[in-house]
């Protein structure tokens, strides 16, 4: 799909109108997606959307960073605690997962708060992402697929992308629901 867009400064907004009926869905739904860059190297990214009907919208990001170049409750899992910080290097990730991707989806309370719902830290570099949201879970997944995505195309300055080589971070309403 090609939206239209418009920048303004450092805000860069894209809008995007979906036809009544598109998808069996109804109504006419506008959407916008604003990116804020700030001055302290944040990226803000707000969604809206406004329909011409009752219908479902939950938007979300499948936004990948690579920062060197039915839920089960964190208590009753300890191995899905991550309340504390922890190391994900290596195959944990597969151990954490059953030996297929990390893809799981965390519930917060207070849907309609902005809350910090993740960080990972990357040491050697000093970098962090950040994810906060108003919405009610958090979808992480581990990109375990990275080489099919990519395929064996190299990507910036040559490199080339294994599995685990991004992590992604999408605040959304419950998974497969439209309880939000």
Not at 7 to 12: A, H, R, V
Not at 97 to 115: L, M
Request: glycine fraction near 10%; charged fraction near 20%.
């Amino acid at each position: 799909r090609v939206w239209d867009y418009k920048i303004e400064g450092d805000t860069l907004t894209l809008t995007y109108v979906d036809a009544d009926g598109s998808e069996g869905f109804p109504g006419e739904v506008t959407t916008h997606v604003t990116f804020t860059l700030g001055e302290d190297n944040t990226l803000t990214m707000d969604y809206s959307a406004t329909t011409t009907k009752t219908t479902v919208v939950d938007m979300g990001s499948h936004f990948m960073v690579n920062l060197a170049g039915h839920l089960i409750s964190v208590d009753e899992d300890p191995v899905m605690d991550f309340r504390s910080g922890r190391d994900l290097a290596g195959e944990v990730l597969e151990t954490l997962s059953g030996g297929c991707a990390f893809h799981h989806a965390f519930v917060f309370d207070r849907r309609g708060e902005r809350k910090r719902m993740a960080r990972v830290d990357h040491p050697g570099s000093g970098r962090y992402l950040e994810v906060a949201s108003t919405n009610s879970t958090v979808f992480a997944y581990s990109n375990h697929f990275m080489p099919q995505i990519v395929g064996d195309a190299p990507c910036k300055a040559g490199a080339r992308y294994p599995r685990y080589a991004a992590i992604e971070f999408m605040p959304m309403g419950y998974p497969n629901s439209v309880k939000m």
